[in-house]
């Protein structure tokens, strides 16, 4: 019928915006804007990040540090140090760079503990009489930065920094992530000290007592540090001038007096750095006890089972 309309003219006339802009659809919803607002943006890749090529150089050097360390001690600390040494870098990068991330950010936590972790495995191993008490540092490490860390992205949000910690709550977990130098100071001498463990193992007869005792009835014969018997490094090694048989002839050469200076300076750090932990994860395990009472307030007052 000429006086009717079809489907599409019931509609009435398109408002005079969509005419305007046609890049609004049907809804008034501007999507166009927003697609060419998206494709505009530069495209940023997160995982090149100069702080995280840092973190990834920590890793390496890590790894590296890890093969070189039942028997180059010295070839190891140098390359364990460096990796710690670059956690400090890696945190001035983000901010000169403006480059801070969460991917960096859980980067670098996962890096630290796990390092830590590998360097307290070989002193159990060195030492198996205390493997429990390095077990139980290990566990408490991990522990209380896991719960920390999930107490803060349940409880304070996606967006809230695991550093950023009321003081309200906990003024030594205030003091400790808010200022850069306490932190690099407790995590330097932290780790300064469990390395200064590990070369006590290569050179104290006081807590290897098999250093340098050869074995009984051959005197061509000298024990690894922690180990049973084994060749001297001339006949141990291919070539009695190839790295590995020099570093270990170096090694039980090797003084104790700097290693034990360097572990009573740090040992007093290093001891308020577990405390810390202990507070860390009390902290953490409370934030979240806190979070499941309110929840159940909640479900009670709108009536709902608990589950």
């Known amino acids: 019928m000429a006086g009717g309309r079809t489907r599409k ?108 972790a590998c360097l307290l495995v070989f002193l159990s191993s060195a030492w198996p009489r205390w493997a429990i008490l390095f077990q139980g540092l290990i566990s408490l490490d991990l522990a209380s930065h896991y719960m920390h860390m999930y107490a803060t992205l349940a409880m304070g949000g996606t967006g809230q920094s695991h550093k950023k910690v009321d003081e309200s709550r906990s003024w030594v977990l205030n003091l400790y992530y808010s200022n850069n130098k306490v932190l690099f100071l407790f995590c330097a001498f932290n780790e300064l000290f469990f390395l200064a463990l590990y070369l006590l193992c290569f050179s104290s007869p006081i807590l290897s007592p098999s250093l340098l005792q050869p074995v009984a009835g051959d005197p061509g014969l000298s024990p690894q540090p922690r180990g049973p018997a084994h060749p001297s490094p001339s006949t141990l090694f291919a070539s009695p001038w190839s790295p590995g048989a020099l570093e270990l002839a170096r090694a039980n050469k090797m003084d104790s007096f700097w290693p034990w200076v360097i572990a009573g300076i740090t040992f007093p750090v290093m001891a308020g750095k577990q405390f810390i932990n202990v507070v860390q994860l009390v902290k953490a395990a409370k934030w979240l006890a806190e979070g499941d009472i309110e929840a159940r307030r909640r479900e009670r007052a709108a009536g709902r089972k608990l589950k």
């Open 9 to 116: 003219q019931g509609a009435g006339p398109a408002s005079p915006l969509a005419e305007s802009d046609p890049l609004l659809n049907g809804n008034g919803n501007a999507h166009g804007h927003v697609e060419m607002w998206k494709s505009s943006e530069p495209t940023e890749n997160i995982f090149l990040f100069i702080p995280n090529l840092i973190g990834y150089s920590r890793i390496i050097l890590a790894g590296a540090s890890l093969y070189y360390m039942p028997l180059h001690p010295r070839t190891c600390s140098i390359l364990y140090s460096i990796s710690c040494l670059l956690d400090a870098l890696d945190g001035f990068a983000a901010r000169y760079y403006h480059q801070s991330t969460r991917f960096g950010a859980v980067l670098d936590m996962v890096t630290d503990r796990c390092t830590t």
